[in-house]
């Protein structure tokens, strides 16, 4: 399958709302598209600082400001871009493996939960954009192969 930025989605999770405030649900390959493996969350993080940086091999993920605001700009390594705004605690972003992303822009109150389909693995990252580049062409050339 080809993980291009069509495939890089925003998703409405179930809202419960009353009198008592609002509660968000997001159950595992119901609400989030895959198995849910690990969560992190990223906070703190001043609003010219940019994260990320990298594009995960195997991993897919979905992205939640739970609390603020944040950005994410998706490349796919062939000249396309989107960005994306995180700002409403029932509101996703759902990312394929092998998307270069980019988050940044975060208010002081961000608060980025990130739901992963993997455990971590530093060997699935890549970190250098060139290389994610050319793999990506390379995918691409095996793909044209193969049809
Ligand atoms: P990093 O990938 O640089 O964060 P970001 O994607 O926001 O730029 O991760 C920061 C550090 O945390 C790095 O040393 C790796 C570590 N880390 C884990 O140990 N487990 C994890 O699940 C994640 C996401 C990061």
């Keep these: 399958m080809k993980h291009n930025i069509n495939n890089v989605r925003m998703l409405e999770l179930p809202e419960y709302g009353d009198d008592r405030g609002n ?80 988050m940044f822009d975060f208010s002081e109150d961000s608060v980025l939960l990130c739901l992963a389909s993997a455990h971590y693995d530093a060997e699935e990252y890549i970190r250098d954009y060139d290389t994610y580049v050319e793999e990506i062409a390379k995918m691409n050339r095996s793909m044209e192969e193969q049809h």
Excluded: C
């Design 23 to 102: 509660l968000v649900v997001a159950e595992t390959e119901q609400d989030i598209p895959f198995s849910i493996q690990r969560v992190f969350y990223i906070y703190g993080t001043k609003g010219d600082i940019v994260r990320g940086k990298h594009a995960n091999r195997k991993t897919q993920f979905v992205l939640i400001n739970v609390a603020g605001k944040s950005k994410i700009r998706i490349k796919d390594g062939e000249g396309n871009e989107a960005v994306f705004s995180l700002n409403r605690p029932r509101t996703g972003v759902y990312l394929p493996p092998m998307v270069w992303k980019e």
